[in-house]
């Protein structure tokens, strides 16, 4: 049977999960689907993770989960039917402070309890049957009975990395209950640093890549929903990674941006009109968060305008009706005069407002990152990498940029699912190199010296009064052999042909075929140029040694100018352009 791997990831503010199949992973091993993305209802927003909410009937049995539990809830509030219902909110969070125990209890909104080991039993049964209910509809892996028949299905689930041995079982013990069994578990630091490992990440633009180096140290940042937790993790001489330090951080996490949206809501407003409103028109308060839920992700602290907000019908009714006046006449006379205009159905905030909203947390997160600067654990790493959903805010990647301008903190694309994407991955393979079979050959264009008996005349140029071939395509990877991704093998070493060059711009091609010899055959194609500055070269024997690795989905350049120790490098995709 062909192995599909399913990581699940139970998160303090969402939750999600991801998958592929064995073939996948050995044809191309990034090919990685995530949960087609969540509806929350509100046009524009869908997300590959759904909030970690969780609504049971009475009986104790699930009723939904994610969004559609919160829309649920709302409508029997306000058909006020509600109180025999349990609503759970972000409920791994106290799980997150304490240690799971067989007899931990979590709380839900209204004050009852439930066991958290068949409350995780009851989320991940739910997890399991919404992902085999997505692969029928789908047919990705052909009808149900085949993917039954053909299949053997591997759970990963990632957990926190505090964790101890007893809470890892109480995990399994609910993963079996849910009918998750065998059940793999890795630690969500593990999980993240098995994918960051596999693409290309800088801490800036003009920085070399990072990739991991064996007996080093890295720092892996989980800036989630509810708080902050970093793990050191030492890669050790045959690469595997030791983790050797863990610290639960005391930052706010992406959920005081939420919070304080409110505040300012309630600031906005009169407190008893809001808190009138928020009760009667419960379905659209919440589309009111939806709508700030959109805006936020699109926001940076560099964004020339701040957001422009829909509001909701009701609250324009209700407003109107109470004080027979004009939304702006309450903005005139607040804090606020200048910095918000009501048009229409919008309300526009200046960005100064959106910075007052993200500032709490952001301050936090910034204060957080500036004393593990300064940890003298921390100094002994090579990279500081950002991942979890609150480092996947455009706000809080200006914030290092702006704060950290020279350290080796990294933010990463992606960085709220780093940790699924890394699940799946382990759960093909935990070993620790991982080989890819290249499909094309990659290489760089160049000049040698002219061969009369091998070269095209048509290709003859001159330079220093000597004979060069041009458009010369010299291959470091070759299509059909495998390599171990992240390592560099061969070098090619090109002399400069010219004094006095300031750069140079070195071509970087793809051809399908092994047995390219230039760069203008039809079956060879350019990716692009990497771009090289130049030190020293009056006296004309400059040379540059070009290196190529392979990653998930990506090559990796690297040039370095000889007896220079700056490094330049870019990524291209692996693809036939």
């Excluded at 970093?230 to 001489?237: A, G, K, S």
């Excluded at 008996?453 to 395509?473: E, G, I, Y």
Aim: positive net charge.
């Amino acid at each position: 049977m062909v192995d599909l791997v399913l990581c699940i990831d139970v998160g303090c503010s969402h939750t999600g999960y991801a998958f592929s199949s064995a073939r996948e992973f050995e044809t191309r091993l990034l090919d990685i689907h995530m949960n087609e993305e969540w509806m929350s209802g509100h046009a524009n927003l869908h997300t590959y993770k759904a909030p970690s909410i969780v609504l049971l009937q009475p009986d104790k049995t699930l009723a939904a989960f994610g969004y559609d539990a919160e829309r649920r809830y709302v409508a029997l509030q306000e058909s006020r039917q509600h109180d025999a219902w349990f609503i759970f909110r972000r409920f791994k969070s106290e799980l997150k402070i304490k240690q799971f125990r067989k007899d931990s209890v979590i709380l839900e909104d209204g004050g009852k309890s439930m066991n958290a080991i068949a409350l995780f039993s009851l989320v991940l049964k739910y997890l399991k049957e919404h992902f085999l209910s997505s692969l029928q509809e789908s047919g990705r892996y052909g009808p149900m009975e085949t993917v039954t028949r053909d299949y053997n299905i591997k759970y990963v689930l990632t957990v926190p990395t505090k964790w101890d041995n007893a809470s890892r079982e109480c995990m399994k013990l609910a993963a079996k209950k849910a009918g998750l069994s065998p059940t793999h578990l890795f630690s969500e630091s593990e999980a993240a640093a098995r994918y960051l490992g596999l693409i290309p990440i800088r801490p800036s633009e003009t920085s070399p890549f990072y990739l991991p180096k064996p007996n080093s140290k890295q720092a892996i940042v989980n800036l989630g929903g509810c708080g902050i937790d970093t793990t050191i993790q030492e890669i050790l001489f045959d690469g595997t990674i030791r983790e050797i330090s863990k610290n639960i951080g005391a930052g706010t996490g992406a959920t005081r941006v939420d919070s304080d949206f409110l505040k300012f809501i309630g600031t906005l407003f009169p407190a008893d009109f809001i808190e009138a409103y928020s009760k009667k028109h419960k379905l659209d308060f919440l589309e009111l968060q939806y709508e700030f839920e959109v805006k936020k992700k699109k926001f940076t602290m560099e964004s020339e305008l701040g957001a422009s907000l829909e509001l909701p019908a009701s609250i324009i009714k209700l407003y109107t009706t109470r004080y027979k006046q004009p939304m702006q006449y309450m903005i005139d006379d607040s804090e606020y005069v200048g910095r918000i205009i009501s048009r229409d159905e919008y309300l526009i905030l200046d960005k100064t407002v959106m910075k007052d909203i993200f500032g709490p947390a952001v301050k936090s997160t910034v204060g957080y990152l500036t004393n593990l600067s300064r940890d003298p654990e921390l100094k002994q790493c090579d990279a500081i990498i950002l991942v979890g959903g609150f480092a996947d805010s455009p706000v809080v990647a200006g914030a290092v940029r702006f704060y950290f301008p020279n350290s080796n903190m990294i933010t990463v694309e992606g960085a709220d699912i780093c940790n699924l994407i890394g699940g799946v991955i382990l759960g093909h393979s935990q070993n620790t190199v991982i080989r890819m079979t290249s499909r094309y050959s990659y290489g760089i264009g160049m000049a040698v010296p002219f061969n009369h008996n091998a070269h095209p005349r048509q290709k003859l140029f001159m330079a220093k009064d000597l004979q060069f071939c041009s458009d010369v395509f010299r291959p470091q990877i070759f299509g059909g052999k495998t390599y171990d991704i992240g390592a560099f093998s061969t070098v090619t070493v090109l002399r400069l042909n010219r004094s006095q060059q300031k750069r140079i711009r070195i071509p970087v091609h793809v051809a399908r075929l092994n047995n390219v010899k230039f760069t203008t055959d039809n079956t060879c194609s350019v990716l692009g140029k990497l771009t090289v500055n130049i030190g020293d070269s009056s006296n004309g024997k400059v040379t540059v040694n070009v290196q190529m690795a392979l990653l998930g989905d990506d090559l990796i350049v690297m040039a370095t100018q000889d007896g220079s120790t700056e490094t330049s490098s870019a990524s291209f995709p692996l693809v036939w352009k």
